[in-house]
């Protein structure tokens, strides 16, 4: 999962005033309440920090958070422990299927932050997902159109359970809720996401990476992703855009937070 950004400062959550103090909206595209049903999307190339974002974004505003990344990487582990090449895709989607993939939407993060925990079999993939050999693989998995073709629909029956939502992957705003109430593109060049990662490797698994092959590394998946005949990594028409080289994880969501306080003003 991306988390490449720093750890924030705190920003204080977002107090949401009386509904009667709200005047009705015409439309919910032109308008939506703080109060109310509000789908708020996250794109963006991989390792920009999309995750930890949408985590804090979702603190801060009291909605609740889905990435999309924990998905495909739950079906690629499914997968893997019952040795299904994603070329089987029969037999893989009906083990997606019986597996009952879903989230416990109580589980946070040690900072306090919402971070629904993925359930499959009956039991927690967390820890599962993150693994390398996980991780290696789901690129390829997540390309098997049937089935993204499931998790989109998974993606959007869980908004219709969960309506108050900050959803984050690459496809979110551009393919999945074109009808979003507010978009981001959240990114960051290749050089500043390979320094980010190569910290991440340092600190959290003790491997020194050449900074230059990870910078390299980066570019190639981007321009990969921007390729993908389903799911392609675009940035949506309507979606802010919002570079986060100079930024750290409470500078993005203060940006995020603001834009949709203005839009939800609007
Ligand atoms: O964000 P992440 O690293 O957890 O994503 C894992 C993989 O799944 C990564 O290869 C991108 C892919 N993915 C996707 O194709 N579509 C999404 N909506 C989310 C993730």
Redesign the pocket.
Known sequence: ??RALPQPATLRPVEVAAPERFAHSESRKAMFRLDQDMIVTIDGP??SG??ATAEELARVLGLQVL???????CA?AIAMEHKIAREHTFRLLEIVRKSHMHFNWHAKTEEGRPSPEIIAFGKSYAKR?TDEEV?SN??E???VIPL?EL?VGM?RDIAKAHPRLIT?????GSV?FPDADVKFFLWASPRVRAERRRQQLLVKKGIDRDLGELEKEIAA?DEN?RR?PY?ALVQPEDALSINSDKLDLAGVVALMRDHVLAKARA
Do not use: L
Request: hydrophobic share 30%; no cysteine; glycine share 8%.
């Open positions: 999962m991306s991989a390792a999309k995750t990435s999309t990344g924990a998905m495909y990487r690629t997902i991780t789901v690129s998995f997540s390309e993204r998790m993606q984050e992957g690459r496809d979110q999945v998946r992703d993908k799911g």
